[in-house]
């Protein structure tokens, strides 16, 4: 841990330096100061302004210039502040302008990082977004997101403003960064191991409790729990820098061994589902990730984050998506309405992937609160619908037979997998564990556990333990993933809790109720369990789409046969592609795995199949051959990658197979 240079006395505040003024202050950006236009047909260059932030000692005002002539991003030499800008409505007047007579307004936040970054005897040549930017001239605030990922990743340094010190700031960041260097940490997998020089070890094993008593660690979850860890932006910020120092008054840290840190944190705290510290730590650890966006994989990793615009949540994350999606042309358009903004991505992605994956993002949007966002479009403005991602891999290698209707309908093909016919509340997550042993016990309405007075076997409770926990547990990894519980382990917890009926008799054993999803068991004609979305009703369908990654659950709207889509379920007998290649043979399992053949490591998780027998893992579906259909191509590619080639069939070459499919129109 370093301290920046310009107080060496260590005050934490500057705030005589600082006056405020709120009540009938212009909006941010709007002051004494003219903004020249940046982009012209003179200068097709990418231009940005630069901020000079003049010297001062701890009681002077803060003093900004911008450069006179904007500068070509590519050769300018700057800093970058990554910070939350806070309330617009409490705003800090400071001196602008070449003799400081002009007047600009800056949020408290904002001028407490100034105050304590800039140098005391020379400027500090900075980018900040706020000031940079014309805030009230949306086309330039278009073009300057769109250069963003390039503004932050040129800059000389990243700086991470947290906050000014308070509540022991100054022990969390020697507590964080010494847990940092004692790491290193695999960031394809999160797999973490001690680093050469650790003195302790247990802190790459994330069965093993941190090594800090809990009063003595609560310094860390209070830093932890800043408003800058849930900004959306502040992701592509560091996660694109050369260097990046983090700085909480006049302390800082490297962000590598903050980062190391975070992801160690949430992996222990994940463990034992201990509550809000659970849920602060995935926070860090989602600002701290280094995997690649992918627009199927969204809502997971931005549920806990904050932004001001809805459309920031796509435009906020451009320059980290996964080097496939780079092509789906999503142009930032500040103009356009948040459902047309969001519905122009999915279709983007659709058509470049010739691939309805994105709609494992879906669900919840009856509820939605953005205006006229189709079902089929995923609502990624925050709101808190439940989305399910059970372990599946079930259409998404061949291409999806798609047409936009126009005006919010999407037509799809694929097949019926039958009708639900009761459902039964489960409520899941890290605060519910009397309430959802309640909800499994309560199963015992709607699934027939006995027959006659006798137990119908193992077969019933193996389903409904399979239908709860989505399909995921250890041994569905390789190497097997100990951030969930063994299948035997799981059913052991259910069959306890179905035995009783105290509530109490298996609370949190092993911090399963954590690992449950909040949803409804559901029962189908045919007699399956399985789990679908909350809002999931009795005569609602399940369906598979050709180019989908899961079945999903449809409902009925209106007359001319259209549907809703509810969101992802998990089905028994649908999840590998039954309804289309029938089932995998009885030896193989699909699993993800992380690891070739040859021991090399894949950049995040891929659908693959271990023959039980040999132990051996293959890439390519065993039931391929059965389509009749040249499988070279897919065969020459490498299977391993996260995006494999299609098998190609028609519409034609699926009846053929014997799998007649159907329309189906999305609103």
């Known amino acids: 841990m370093t301290s ?26 709007q002051s004494a100061y003219t903004y020249q236009l940046l982009q012209t047909g ?10 000079s932030v003049q010297p001062g000692s701890e009681t002077d005002a803060i003093h900004l210039e911008l450069l006179p002539e904007p500068v070509d991003l590519r050769r300018g030499t700057y800093e970058a502040l990554s910070y939350v800008w806070g309330s617009e409505d409490d705003l800090v007047a400071v001196r602008f302008g070449s003799q400081g007579a002009a007047k600009f307004f800056v949020t408290q936040n904002l001028a407490e990082a100034l105050l304590h970054l800039r140098y005391p005897d020379r400027p500090r040549i900075l980018w900040i977004d706020s000031i ?3 805030q009230m001239d949306n086309a330039e605030k278009s073009t300057q997101v769109a250069m963003m990922g390039q503004i932050y990743s040129n800059a000389t340094c990243v700086l991470a403003w947290l906050g000014r010190e308070a509540d022991h700031s100054k022990r969390a960041l020697e507590l964080v960064g010494w847990i940092g260097r004692q790491i290193v940490v695999d960031w394809s997998t999160v797999a973490i191991t001690s680093a050469p020089d650790s003195t302790d070890k247990s802190l790459a094993d994330v069965e093993k409790p941190l090594p800090f008593a809990r009063d003595e660690f609560s310094c860390v979850i209070s830093l932890l729990s800043r408003p800058w860890f849930k900004r959306l932006w502040v992701r592509q910020e560091v996660y694109l820098a050369r260097k990046a120092t983090v700085h909480v008054g006049m302390d800082s840290l490297l962000w590598d061994d903050f980062k190391n840190a975070g992801a160690c944190l949430y992996s222990k705290y994940r463990q034992q589902t201990l509550g809000s510290e659970w849920i602060i730590t995935r926070d860090v650890f989602h600002s701290c990730d280094l995997r690649r966006y992918e627009l199927t994989n969204l809502t997971g990793r931005l549920r806990s984050s904050d932004c001001k615009d809805p459309r920031d949540r796509i435009y906020a994350i451009m320059s980290m998506l996964h080097e496939t999606e780079r092509n789906v042309q999503i142009k930032p358009d500040y103009s356009a309405p948040i459902a047309d903004a969001y519905q122009r991505v999915v279709l983007q992605h659709i058509k470049h992937h010739e691939s309805l994956t994105v709609l494992r993002e879906c669900g919840g949007n009856q509820s939605s609160r953005v205006p006229n966002l189709p079902s089929w479009v995923p609502d990624w403005s925050g709101s808190t619908h439940t989305i399910l991602w059970p372990i599946s891999s079930a259409a998404d290698c061949f291409p999806a037979f798609v047409k936009y209707l126009g005006h919010g309908a999407l037509r799809v093909s694929g097949i019926r997998c039958g009708t639900v016919a009761q459902t039964s509340v489960v409520r899941g997550g890290p605060f519910t564990s009397l309430e959802a042993i309640e909800d499994i016990q309560r199963l015992r309405t709607i699934i027939p ?3 006659g007075g006798k137990s119908v076997g193992d077969d019933m409770v193996d389903t409904l333990v399979n239908a709860l926990f989505l399909g995921r547990f250890r041994e569905s990894y390789r190497p097997l993933h100990g951030g969930w519980p063994s299948q035997k382990d799981a059913k052991d917890w259910i069959t306890n809790i179905l035995a009783s009926d105290d509530p109490s008799i298996s609370v949190e ?33 399940i369906a598979l789409f050709v180019g989908a990654l899961t ?7 209106g007359e001319d046969g259209e549907f809703l889509l509810l969101g992802n379920c998990f089905s028994p007998g649908d999840m590998l592609g039954e309804p289309l290649l029938g089932p995998l043979p009885e030896h193989y399992q699909q699993i993800l795995t ?4 040859d021991g090399s490591s894949i950049d995040g998780w891929v659908t693959a199949y271990t023959d039980l027998a040999t132990d051996k893992i293959t890439f390519e579906d065993p039931r ?7 499988l070279r191509h897919y065969r020459d590619d490498d299977l391993s990658r996260g995006h494999r080639p299609f098998v190609r069939l028609s519409q034609g070459d699926w009846q053929q197979a014997g799998v007649t499919l159907e329309g189906f129109t999305l609103v």
Do not use: W, Y
């Open 509 to 541: 054993p092993h911090g399963f109720v954590g690992r449950l999803r909040p949803g409804r068991v559901f029962t189908t004609d045919t007699g399956k369990i399985g789990f679908g979305p909350p809002d999931v009703r009795e005569n609602d369908m």
């Open 4 to 29: 920046t240079p310009q107080q060496p006395d260590g005050r934490s505040s500057q705030s005589g330096a600082i006056s405020s003024f709120s009540g009938g202050l212009p909006a941010l950006n």
């Open 42 to 51: 003179e200068h097709p260059e990418p231009l940005i302004r630069l901020l």
């Open 132 to 134: 940079c930017i014309n």
């Open 624 to 630: 391929l051959g059965r389509l009749g259909v040249d």
């Open 551 to 557: 079945p999903c659950l449809l409902q009925r709207h």
């Open 594 to 597: 992380s690891i070739r053949p």
């Open 449 to 451: 556990l006995e027959e």
